[in-house]
């Protein structure tokens, strides 16, 4: 759940996608109709809003034009029934309404922030925003799911490599080293996530720490790619 969203007001509606999709609303967790959920996630994937022929056409390729649209009015219906107005139809878009919150957006949002140095102190902190972008909708296979999946994984490793970074000149060197080590979770193989985990531990003067991370990432390297770690990870503990 996104850090500062109530879902518990009586308005509040939240789309998760993250082991999803369902939706909160009023502290309640509602499914979402079978029919109705690869209108509902792609629209939300694609910013908020789609046009209405791209979604017909991207979720029901194989049908004729009319048949495709058919199913995109079908969807939606479905999703009224079950209480959920969640979608317009209008102007020949598909758009989520203005009072629908979506736990991806407000993760890429933090993201976003820290990437660019436009980041309040809020964003620093690390609890609430510790996710594995894999549990983003689990078990789609869409080609359009599997490239926001990997989209989303890129833009978070940058921003807990940013975080991380930010932290450390702060003097918030324990936090710095959390942030890191989420980055190494995610990404063991990712260079620049063991070089600001690396920068973590010798701000806390923790060389011991720092080499042990080496070895780690260089047999690691080794073993599942047979690579060698590049000498500039090396030289960041001469040169503490």
């Given amino acids: 759940m996104s850090r500062g969203l109530d879902t518990s007001a009586p308005e509040a509606t939240l789309l998760c996608l993250f082991g ?8 309640r967790r509602i499914p979402v109709p079978e029919g109705s959920k690869r209108l509902l996630v792609l629209v939300a994937l694609r910013g908020g809003r789609v046009d209405r022929r791209s979604a017909a056409g991207s979720l029901w390729p194989d049908g004729s034009d009319d048949r495709a649209a058919s199913n995109l009015r079908s969807a939606m219906c479905r999703l009224r029934g079950a209480g959920l107005d969640l979608l317009s139809n209008e102007g020949g878009v598909v758009a989520l309404r203005d009072r629908v919150d979506v736990d991806v957006h407000a ?16 964003d620093l902190l690390l ?4 996710f594995d972008p894999d549990d983003l909708l689990p078990g789609w296979y869409d080609d359009w799911v599997i ?3 990997e989209r ?7 921003a807990l490599e940013a975080l991380s970074a930010e932290l450390r000149e702060r003097g918030r060197c324990a936090e710095a080293v959390e942030a890191a080590l989420c980055a190494v979770h ?4 990712r260079e620049s996530a063991q070089r600001v985990l690396l920068l973590a531990h010798l ?9 042990r991370t080496l070895d780690a990432y260089a047999r690691l390297l080794m073993n599942d790619l047979g690579l060698r770690a590049s000498p500039e990870l090396a030289a960041l503990l001469r040169h503490s």
Avoid: C, K, Y
């Fill in 20 to 27: 999803g999709p369902s939706v909160l609303r009023g502290g």
């Fill in 127 to 130: 609890e609430g925003r510790i």
């Fill in 203 to 211: 701000s806390e003067g923790n060389q011991v720490e720092a080499r």
């Fill in 147 to 149: 490239f926001e999946r």
């Fill in 186 to 189: 995610l990404e063991p193989l």
């Fill in 152 to 158: 989303i994984r890129q833009r978070v490793m940058h």
């Fill in 107 to 122: 993760r890429a949002a933090w993201a976003d922030r820290l990437v660019r140095g436009t980041h309040t102190d809020d």
